[in-house]
């Protein structure tokens, strides 16, 4: 395949998706990663888009809105995978979680042993379900339901998580980088994302190394909040390095 069909297979990704991951186009596209790295840079020099570590995201969708909860989900699945898998041994055999509303929330209820004595606390949608019909104790947090992300947010969820305690949270996000904090597309959201940092003896945030850098409208936390970053092995060295000299614990699945 020539460049020139690559980067406009990339560009009709990006405008579908909002965000691309190198390690998936080049799987896709059968070619090296730095092949894929040519084409990104080539296309944001274009304006086409905004390169990000692993990846790109859509230059429209910088400070807007994400991806639908499906698509989201479908993006970067590998490493999702692996840093669900690695946050799974940091949920207690018993006692309470909270697994705020977000895609890698997701993979990791779906890898939470059956019968598990864990009570779960959470805002999304998706993954109350799931549990539930698995036979969990979950504590739904109601409240107007985000189409996009299926999540709960507004008045309502607040009350509620004032009156709850969690041993661990692990939350999300859309973007996080070390002078910015994490940042969320909406008011609402960050809001809800803020109140949830605030229940739980430990907050671990699960971030694929393709958010670091992306910053959204509405900034809801310092990544100086977190006991915990899981990611992947894409993370710049630079970056973990920065990082780490806030303190903050890394593993990288």
């Keep these: 395949m020539f460049a ?10 990006i405008k579908a998706h909002g965000r691309v991951a190198v390690a998936d186009l080049a799987r896709e596209l059968d070619t090296s990663h730095e092949t894929i790295r040519r084409d990104l840079a080539a296309l944001e020099e274009a304006g086409d888009l905004r390169r990000v570590h692993g ?6 969708r910088v400070g807007g809105p994400e991806p639908p ?10 490493e999702k995978k692996r840093i669900a898998r690695a946050a799974l041994a940091h949920v207690p055999d018993t006692g309470t979680i909270l697994l705020e509303s977000a895609s890698t929330s997701l993979f990791l209820a779906e890898m939470l042993p059956d019968g598990a004595r864990t009570t779960i606390v959470t805002n999304g949608l998706d993954i109350a379900h799931g549990l539930a019909i698995r036979g969990f104790d979950v504590v739904m947090l109601g409240g107007r ?4 992300s299926l999540a709960t947010l507004d008045d309502w969820v607040h ?14 996000t859309l973007g996080f980088t070390t002078h910015a904090g994490l940042t969320a597309p909406d008011l609402p959201d960050a809001a809800v994302k803020r109140r949830c940092l605030g229940i739980a003896d430990r907050n671990l945030l699960l971030a694929e190394s393709a958010k670091f850098g992306v910053v959204a409208l509405c900034r809801y936390a310092d990544l100086s909040d977190f006991d915990l970053l899981i990611t992947d ?16 614990e890394i593993i990288m699945a």
């Design 159 to 172: 009350p509620a998580l004032e009156g709850l305690h969690a041993d661990v949270a692990f939350l999300g």
């Design 69 to 78: 909860m499906a698509v989201r989900a479908s993006l970067c699945t590998d």
């Design 4 to 13: 020139l069909q690559r980067q406009q297979l990339i560009t009709d990704r």
């Design 145 to 148: 339901v985000r189409n996009r």
């Design 55 to 60: 990846g790109a995201i859509d230059m429209a």
């Design 233 to 248: 092995t894409d993370l710049s060295e630079a970056a973990v390095e920065d990082i780490r000299s806030m303190g903050i």
